[in-house]
């Protein structure tokens, strides 16, 4: 089943717009990472967020993390057409050792128009 | 620094056939996962690897195999292809830091498997 379900499942908005989504998952984590996808091709990591950390800058991205509710929002300010993507988060459990690994949700499609 | 890096692009094949993925990790990373993402069912974990070694697979039957080279460059092999497994193979790699709070995944471009 899916740690991770994101919110929207699709978002429209025009450029120079603030961009939200929203993620919540089940179990405990030691991180939440989001990721990027353009157009069914390969994954591009963001941003990181570790359990014991509350929010996170990079660039005009900013990830907030509330373990009390198991969530997690990506802000994505500012924008830009070459933003359209779709947006993954991924958790990693606490299942440490062999159980590692990392589940994803099944995406927010991103489409900003120019 | 080189990304991580899969061939082929694109695979076709037949139901019943052998289809066989590579990836090539970041260098310096020892462990490479493999995920599936099909349409209308998101990524999937399929295996992970580290030196050389199956560390953890995903809920997938036996067909789906693979190996870890001394190089670390990795393999995935699916046996008696079936229709369903068209999809986006994406392959990951990590550097462990000390600690899994830290750890990234960086993705290849991925192998587009067509099973017709």
């Known amino acids: 089943s899916q740690q991770g379900e994101e919110d929207p499942q699709a978002l429209s908005i025009q450029e120079g717009e603030n961009a939200t989504m929203n993620c919540s998952y089940k179990t405990s984590i030691n991180n939440l990472q989001w990721y990027r996808q353009n157009s069914g091709r390969g994954l591009v990591h963001l941003i990181l967020i570790r359990s014991n950390e509350r929010e996170k800058h990079s660039g005009r991205l900013r990830v907030t993390l509330d373990t009390s509710k198991k969530s997690s929002s990506l802000l994505i300010t500012a924008s830009r057409a070459a933003d359209t993507a779709s947006y993954f988060c991924a958790t990693d459990g606490q299942g440490g050792g062999s159980n590692y690994k990392l589940t994803f949700g099944k995406g927010t499609l991103l489409t900003v128009n120019p | 620094e080189a990304g991580v890096t899969q061939s082929p692009t694109h695979l076709i094949k037949t139901r019943g056939q052998q289809a066989t993925l590579r990836c090539s990790p970041i260098?310096?990373?020892?462990?490479v996962y493999w995920y599936q993402q099909a349409l209308g069912l998101g990524l999937q974990f399929l295996l992970w690897?580290?030196?050389?070694?199956?560390?953890n697979r995903g809920n997938f039957p036996p067909r789906f195999s693979g190996r870890q080279f001394p190089n670390y460059s990795s393999e995935l092999n699916v046996n008696a292809l079936e229709l369903e497994d068209s999809a986006l193979y994406l392959c990951?790699?990590?550097?462990?830091?000390?600690?899994?709070?830290?750890?990234?995944?960086?993705f290849g471009p991925g192998t587009r498997l067509l099973v017709l």
């Open positions: 690897y580290d030196e050389g070694e199956e560390r």
């Open positions: 260098s310096g990373h020892t462990s």
């Open positions: 990951a790699s990590s550097q462990w830091t000390g600690t899994r709070s830290k750890e990234t995944q960086y």
